[in-house]
């Protein structure tokens, strides 16, 4: 085998600085998403970490003076999007990626979204209990908003039918998931103030995932339950769920057939309480007579 010209054999060190040069030349930065995991803050500050996705890893590192920047707390099994320089750690040889900014995805970043607007609208007072209204007692009609076709208008409608079917209930369908819902949702709530036709309103849909209730922590749909003159039951999911609309409804119920519980009267229950105050003043009448029979029957005695 013939040996090649010196300038052509490269040593590992050459080799390494070779490729790094290229990769940070030839790649710049990058932007990537994916699961943190190994994550590590030693003394010096800095943050080592691998992204991986289903199929691959990476590892990265985040200097202290960059990642002190960074507004959350980085976690094993949190996705995030990374925008970084694509390098190699030339004395061991190790291909990685230099974080320049980090931001959480996915749920990640609606989870901060969601406490970024929660402090916001706190501070703003949103949430005090003195801007609670009352519920009516008894409700004369109730509106409901959330979608024809759901879960959660099924619920609510035979709660109230098996609670009080005389009680007047108001539709105002609405989407409550996709980039249309807030807006519909806001105009529902404001054509129901409008027409003053109801008495309370429950705002709600059923359960999911923290993006399919992000109609529920839009802020417009936060402000417009917030500016209601009519009182309202936020009925978003399960018992674990709580959004925004949660945090500024006059009264939250953990779930669409709660809030149905809420406002309607049990007829049933009624009845009972009518049966038993009906046997008292019968208990009170006879009573009452009894006294007057005794007191006529000694007046008698008297005349006689």
Known sequence: MSTPPT??????????????ELLEGEMGQVWLTGEISNFSQPAS??????????RAQVRCAMFRNTNRRTTFSPRNGQQVLVRATLTLYEPR?????????????????????????????????????????????PARRVG???????????????????????????VYPTAVQGQEAPAQIVRA??????RAECDVLIVGRGGGSLEDLASFNDERVARAIFASRLPVVSAVGHETDVTIAD?????????PSAAAELVSRNQ??????????????????????????????RLQHRLH
Request: charged residues 20%; proline residues 4%.
């Open 45 to 54: 500050g800095h943050w080592y970490f691998t992204l991986k996705d289903d």
């Open 189 to 194: 709530i404001e054509t129901a103030n409008r």
């Open 7 to 20: 300038s052509l054999i490269f040593t590992v060190s050459r080799l390494n600085k070779t490729v790094r």
């Open 93 to 137: 040889g190790d291909y990685q990626l230099i974080a320049e900014s980090m931001q959480p995805a996915g749920d990640g970043l609606l989870q901060q979204q969601f406490e970024q607007l929660k402090q916001q609208l706190s501070d703003e007072g949103l949430f005090s209990q003195q801007y609670k209204q009352p519920l009516p007692s």
């Open 268 to 297: 049933l229950e009624l009845l009972r309480q009518l049966q038993s105050q009906r046997q008292r003043l019968e208990m009170a009448m006879d009573y009452f007579l009894a006294q007057r029979q005794q007191h006529y029957g």
């Open 247 to 255: 945090f500024v409804a006059d009264l939250r119920a953990p779930t």
């Open 144 to 170: 409901v908003i959330t979608s024809a076709s759901g879960a959660a208008l099924h619920d609510i409608l035979q709660v109230l039918k098996r609670r009080d079917p005389s009680l007047p209930v108001v």
